[in-house]
T-cell receptor, first 113, second 109 residues
Framework: SQTIHQWPATLVQPVGSPLSLECTVE??????LYWYRQAAGRGLQLLFY??????ISSEVPQNLSASRPQDRQFILSSKKLLLSDSGFYLC????????????FGSGTRLTVV | GQSLEQPSEVTAVEGAIVQINCTYQ??????LSWYQQHDGGAPTFLSY????GLEETGRFSSFLSRSDSYGYLLLQELQMKDSASYFC??????????FGSGTRLLVRP
């Protein structure tokens, strides 16, 4: 069966520090991978998505970046965090032929102080 | 562009039926999905409509009308554990989902 792992669960980082969040998927090949951010009490904002290794599409201009070094690994990074980067970061995957039925990771709650 | 509208909050009584509406505006629309999210948790997939009509999955049903750019999620026999946020999301040809702002459902005893 397919599983998705996301870590860490919580993170408190100072302004200006770097960020690296990792997401891995098991039990499937060539998944579509996504990073979403959710502010408290708000909806999910799509940040990046990837349909293959090295293929990254950015939805929102910001100081974040994403990379996909391996088929089932998706990394969200920042060189210098801003206060506005605080939020709940969710990784998700779907099969390559559908745009529904996403499976989400358990999320990382990031607080920038 | 893509945008979805749904009510911010709905309150209902245990055992009742509640309907959460969602309107969308998009080009290249492929289908409408629904997700449930409990506080502090990750969203979980509930249902998907690509064609007009009603899809039923246990106590939950979802409806889509492409001509009206409208859909809804119907929850029957409400239980306390159904208190959560519910999101509609639209998909397009690029395999990405755009989510609405969510409806917070509060089920009262």
């Amino acid at each position: 069966s397919q599983t998705i792992h996301q870590w860490p669960a919580t993170l408190v980082q100072p302004v200006g520090s770097p960020l690296s969040l990792e997401c891995t998927v098991e039990g499937t090949s060539n998944p579509n991978l996504y990073w979403y951010r959710q502010a408290a009490g708000r909806g999910l904002q799509l940040l990046f998505y990837s349909v293959g290794i090295g293929q990254i599409s950015s939805e929102v201009p910001q100081n974040l970046s994403a990379s996909r070094p391996q088929d089932r690994q998706f990394i969200l990074s920042s060189k210098k965090l801003l206060l506005s980067d605080s939020g709940f970061y969710l990784c998700a995957w779907s099969t390559g032929t559908t745009n529904y039925g996403y499976t989400f990771g358990s999320g990382t709650r990031l607080t920038v102080v | 562009g893509q945008s979805l509208e749904q009510p911010s909050e709905v309150t209902a009584v245990e055992g009742a039926i509640v309907q959460i509406n969602c309107t969308y505006q998009t080009s290249g629309f492929y289908g409408l999905s629904w997700y449930q999210q409990h506080d502090g948790g990750a969203p979980t997939f509930l249902s998907y409509n690509a064609l007009d009509g009603l899809e039923e999955t246990g106590r939950f049903s979802s409806f889509l009308s492409r001509s009206d750019s409208y859909g809804y999620l119907l929850l029957q026999e409400l239980q306390m554990k159904d208190s959560a946020s519910y999101f509609c999301a639209e998909g397009d040809s690029s395999y990405k989902l755009i989510f609405g702002s969510g409806t917070r459902l509060l089920v009262r005893p």
